[in-house]
């Protein structure tokens, strides 16, 4: 089955610095690679997600790039706020396991004021 | 639109006893999931529920079960609870569109639930 691998596991980071968040996967048949921020008390919600068609994808302060040769996927988070500590999830999932999806460990951002 | 509801929120419940948690997904939602998240495993897949049939399964034991209703609401259970079962538990859904495009989760809060 799926493994996903994230790193690092905590990151801490100045404000208005960039963060980059690095997650491999292990089975070549998936193709949605969706990352998740959860805060505390909270349940993840979902930031950005990319196809195994597309190498890379932004929105606003939010990038993720995938290297499916080498089954890497990362988060760039630019110009980085207080508000975007959390934890951070990435996933992947193919269509031989439907909706099921296979989370990272996770990487707790802090975000210094 | 209202975002995907679980109830209760805490739960605590002791070893032996069985437990239901609920999960309303989001409107026009038809695809439901739970994932228990616990410290030490992380997110780790249960099961999902398309038009009330179980799709996928997670290696979870028997003791672990749920349904889905004509409605797209759906219920877990847990029967005969160990305190490793103490975890939060998360519901998610998702517009699946077709067998050949996966669709993001949205998720609920969770249910926190403690085995004593």
């Known amino acids: 089955g799926e493994n996903v691998e994230q790193h690092p596991s905590t990151l801490s980071v100045q404000e208005g610095d960039s963060a980059v968040i690095k997650c491999t996967y292990s089975d070549s048949a998936s193709n949605y690679f969706p990352w998740y921020k959860q805060e505390l008390g909270k349940g993840p919600q979902l930031i950005i997600d990319i196809r195994s068609n597309v190498g890379e994808k932004k929105d606003q302060r939010i990038a993720v790039t995938l290297n499916k040769t080498a089954k890497h996927f990362s988060l760039h988070i630019t110009e980085t706020q207080p508000e975007d500590s959390a934890v951070y999830f990435c996933?992947?999932?193919?269509?031989?396991?439907?909706?099921?999806?296979?989370f990272g460990p996770g990487t707790r951002l802090s975000v210094l004021p | 639109k209202a975002g995907v509801t679980q109830t209760p929120r805490y739960l605590i419940k002791t070893r032996g006893q069985q437990v239901t948690l609920s999960c309303s997904p989001i409107?026009?939602?038809?695809?439901v999931s739970w994932y228990q998240q616990t410290p030490g495993q992380g997110l780790q897949f249960l099961f999902e529920?398309?038009?009330?049939?179980?799709?996928n399964k997670g290696n979870f034991p028997g003791r672990f079960s749920g349904r889905q209703f004509s409605n797209s609401r759906s219920e877990m259970n847990v029967s005969t609870l160990e305190l490793g079962d103490s975890a939060l538990y998360l519901c998610?859904?998702?517009?699946?569109?077709?067998?050949?495009?996966?669709?993001?989760?949205?998720f609920g809060n969770g249910t926190r639930l403690t085995v004593t």
């Open positions: 529920y398309f038009s009330e049939t179980q799709r």
């Open positions: 996933a992947a999932s193919s269509l031989n396991y439907g909706q099921n999806f296979v």
């Open positions: 409107s026009g939602h038809r695809s």
């Open positions: 998610a859904s998702s517009f699946y569109l077709r067998q050949e495009y996966n669709s993001p989760l949205h």
